[in-house]
């Protein structure tokens, strides 16, 4: 089924193999056969690439007019388009996510790209009175060299949501894609050579986190370090750039609730309630892994879960109508079911799933699992899982819903479901969350370019995607002047 495809890393413009000559294997997870060679960056690999990014960034892009760069990120995203199909394939031969939802990805990767093409141009700094004599403003100048470091749940789409504010601010980049998954992220690299991004602009080097991720964040050429992945790296991460000050932002996980008040549409919410949690294999920082219902609709939602998860078709990521494909790797499958484990021997009602599929031998597949009777102080409530498992938690008013949400180490993303409006708007004041979707689960802005994504608590620091992204990539410099003609200074 798979064929083995060969890939270098991106340096200075080339692909070039690494320097120690390594390469690693990546594996299908969806039969388990090999799908593509690929070079293995070490930390001589990242001294090259953080060299030609220091050369970048003294040249000319981050000089030329903010138009004309963003001339070059319309190009990249139109090399994507080209490509979009055969994009989406790689992305489903080596995440096993669902064609469908890898060609969503892949267009929403485009998008960011045309997104930041035309916001480089009306992103500036101000002007701030300051009495006749003084004049101030403010200079937005771009932050340096920035490691950006990805992981396999959304690979291309992660790298787009780094890499185009990043160089349309004029920064160079040295993107290190996750093991599992790097093979459309030098895919990306191709169509940013396609569009003449000058060399050293960005670069692409795959390679082991565990072995490059502290070179990384205390190398002397690299000013940022931008992450999404698992909250003990980010916090790695941060205590390694520490002594540099280096600027760092973080995506991390999340636990993200899901309320049903009893007065909302049901079967809007309980059918929604499956995509939500289920949604790219459970593998996604946004799931709403914790259902929590009013406790007079718990069985219609739990009923309406489970007669929807009958039509959910688990399989082939290939085939167009596959609704779930396999988990990444067989230890994020291993890692689900451990958890299934614990949240069985901590009381909870395995009410489906909670094992390999019938008829699904090969690839790492995983059923959609439903727990009942969770008390949030379990493992299974608290614990990101990064799989398909969904937590029903029952409530019985307002405040205790709000309680139980906010008594989480993350605070990513939440959804209210309710048609009193005053309640939605005080549930969105008093949650502890980045982003609130009211009467949805945010499906239109998921792959939206345009709005803030990010999270409070353990789940991050710093905002992507629309125009908060900028801040992360740019400093502040203001400047004032004194324009009085007087002969003694203040
Ligand atoms: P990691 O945080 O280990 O991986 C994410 C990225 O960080 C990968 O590129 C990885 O490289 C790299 N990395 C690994 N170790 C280091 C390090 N010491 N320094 C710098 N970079 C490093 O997550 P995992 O892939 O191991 O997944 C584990 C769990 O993390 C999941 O079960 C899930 O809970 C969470 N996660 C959350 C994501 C999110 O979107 N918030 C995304 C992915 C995972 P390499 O692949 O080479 O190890």
Known sequence: ??????????????????????????????????????????VEDIDLAAAAARRAFAGAWPRMLPFDRGRVLQEIANAIRRRSEEIATAETMSGGKTISNSLNEVSAAARVFEYYAGAMDKFFGSTIPMGADLMDFTIREPVGVVAQITPWNFPILAAAWKVAPAIASGCSVILKPASNTPVTSLLLAEAAQAADLPAGVLNVLPGPGGALGNHIATHPLINKIA???????????????????KRVSLELGGKSPNIIFADANIKKAGNAAISAAFGNAGQSCSARTRILVERGVHDEVLELMQVGLQNWRIGNPLEPDTDMGPMVSASQWQTVKDYVSIGVSEGATLVCGGDRPEGLSDGHYFAPTIFTDVDNSMRIAQEEIFGPVAAIIPFDTEEEAIAIANDSPFGLNASVWTRDINRALRVVRDLDSGMVSVNSHGSASRYSTFTPFGGMKKSGIGRELGMNALDLYTELKNVIIDISDTTTSE
């Open 1 to 42: 089924m798979t064929q083995s495809k060969q890939f270098q890393l991106f340096i200075d413009g080339e692909f070039v193999p690494a320097a120690s000559g390594e390469t690693f294997t990546v594996i299908s997870p969806i039969d388990g056969t090999a799908y593509a060679s690929v070079a293995k960056a070490g």
């Open 227 to 245: 992450f999404t992945g698992e909250g003990r790296t980010g916090a790695a991460l941060v205590k390694a750039a520490a002594d540099d000050i």
